[in-house]
């Protein structure tokens, strides 16, 4: 009886740890270091090389990061990005203009809230 004890609280604590060490994107062993990211080890079979990684979630879609990356762009607070409010913030030109190809649906050479979602993805792909 005192052997099936020992293997239950054996099973018990490698549940416990297994579900300690699962981050909310079900990796394990990984730990959630805030809501969107996560930490966890690494290991490199070809060099042997053992490490840590960090890895930061975003949300897709236009949530309130998206919100906030528009409204510091948008410098004139007019509702819409031109080509001097993306390169005062470092954006060059030709990537503008790539974005306005993408995403200018009404043609006016700016990029609007409503076009900044399709804007974002065009400039991930």
């Given at each position: 009886m005192?052997?099936f004890?020992?293997?239950?609280?054996?099973i018990?604590?490698?549940?416990?740890?297994?579900e300690?060490?699962t981050s909310s994107s079900?990796?394990?062993?990984?730990?959630?270091v805030?809501?969107?990211?996560?930490i966890?080890p690494?290991?490199d079979s070809?060099?042997?090389a053992?490490?840590v990684?960090?890895?930061?979630?975003?949300?897709?879609?236009?949530?309130?990061?998206a919100?906030?990356?528009?409204n510091?762009?948008d410098?004139?607070g007019?509702?819409?990005?031109d080509?001097?409010?993306?390169?005062?913030?470092g954006?060059?030109?030709?990537n503008?203009?790539?974005?306005l190809?993408?995403?200018?649906q009404?043609g006016?050479?700016?990029?609007s809230?409503?076009?900044f979602?399709?804007a974002?993805?065009a400039?991930?792909a």
């Amino acid at each position: 009886m005192a052997r099936f004890y020992t293997i239950l609280a054996i099973i018990g604590v490698a549940v416990a740890f297994t579900e300690a060490c699962t981050s909310s994107s079900g990796r394990t062993p990984s730990w959630d270091v805030s809501d969107n990211s996560e930490i966890y080890p690494t290991y490199d079979s070809d060099s042997g090389a053992v490490g840590v990684e960090y890895e930061i979630r975003f949300r897709r879609g236009a949530d309130k990061t998206a919100e906030r990356v528009f409204n510091l762009i948008d410098r004139v607070g007019d509702g819409c990005i031109d080509v001097s409010e993306w390169t005062s913030e470092g954006g060059s030109v030709i990537n503008f203009a790539e974005l306005l190809n993408a995403a200018d649906q009404n043609g006016d050479e700016k990029i609007s809230w409503d076009e900044f979602p399709k804007a974002d993805k065009a400039n991930k792909a």
